[in-house]
């Protein structure tokens, strides 16, 4: 199973939710790797940092959108998942990466300029639609705070602007401990905030489930 998290948004999440379904799903025992594609390479410097005694994951830098399916197929010989931590702009890597992929992520965060970057992706992505029929996306919902009446807005406001792409269940908050795991090489899961961990096993269990529904998985 191919996933990739992608958005045209710097700093909404996307390689923080590579990196923890990653270690979840290790820790559920597949096979998991990540490509990075991002050239600041967070998630390569991350798994770096992993230490001896954790899951190991595999994390494979691409920055060419050329190599992107080569890799892709490579590694899927190999790992039961691959996951596609995507590039924050609008190149041509992000069509491979909508393309290649089984499932789509794609994290927002309730704030203006992530609305604004959404309606170019959202073209982009109907783009690539015109040459694979149904490419399943979903919205996962960052950084999101349900006591704020402008985020408990924000289903509606997706499902009226982009509603062919449905919103994941499980929301993300803020908190402290994703920005400390990713600078120690570890995920919420290995790390001692039961309400971080929570948050992303339920997020990944839901992807699993849509993965499932589509013949990808079998839980």
Same mark, same amino acid.
């Given at each position: ?16 939710? #590579?990196? *923890? !379904? ?6 559920? +025992?597949?096979?998991?790797? &990540? =490509?990075?594609? @991002?050239? %600041? ?23 060419? #959108?050329? *190599? !992107? ?6 590694? +899927?010989?190999?790992?039961? &998942? =691959?996951?596609? @931590?995507? %590039? ?34 959202? +073209? ?96």
């Amino acid at each position: 199973m191919k996933i990739g998290i992608t958005n045209l948004k710097g700093g909404v999440g996307k390689s923080m939710i #590579s990196q *923890n !379904l990653a270690v979840c799903f290790a820790h559920m +025992g597949y096979k998991v790797c &990540i =490509v990075d594609t @991002d050239e %600041t390479r967070a998630t390569e410097k991350w798994s770096a940092l992993r230490e001896d005694g954790l899951p190991g994951i595999l994390v494979v830098g691409v920055l060419e #959108s050329e *190599n !992107l399916s080569k890799t892709i197929q490579s590694l +899927g010989k190999d790992y039961e &998942i =691959v996951i596609i @931590d995507g %590039t924050p702009n609008l190149s041509e890597m992000v069509t491979r990466i909508i393309m290649v992929s089984d499932v789509l992520l794609i994290p927002i965060r309730p704030g203006a300029s992530d609305f604004r970057t959404m309606t170019e992706f959202y +073209g982009r992505y109907k783009q690539a639609e015109a040459f694979r029929e149904h490419i399943p996306a979903y919205f996962v919902l960052n950084e999101y705070n349900d006591a704020l009446n402008i985020h408990k807005g924000i289903r509606d406001v997706l499902q009226a602007q982009y509603g062919d792409i449905p919103i994941l269940e499980t929301t993300i908050k803020n908190r402290v401990a994703y920005g400390e795991t990713s600078a120690q090489g570890i995920g919420v899961y290995e790390y001692a905030d039961d309400k971080a961990k929570v948050e992303m096993v339920s997020l990944t269990n839901e992807v699993l489930g849509v993965a499932e529904q589509v013949g990808l998985v079998k839980q």
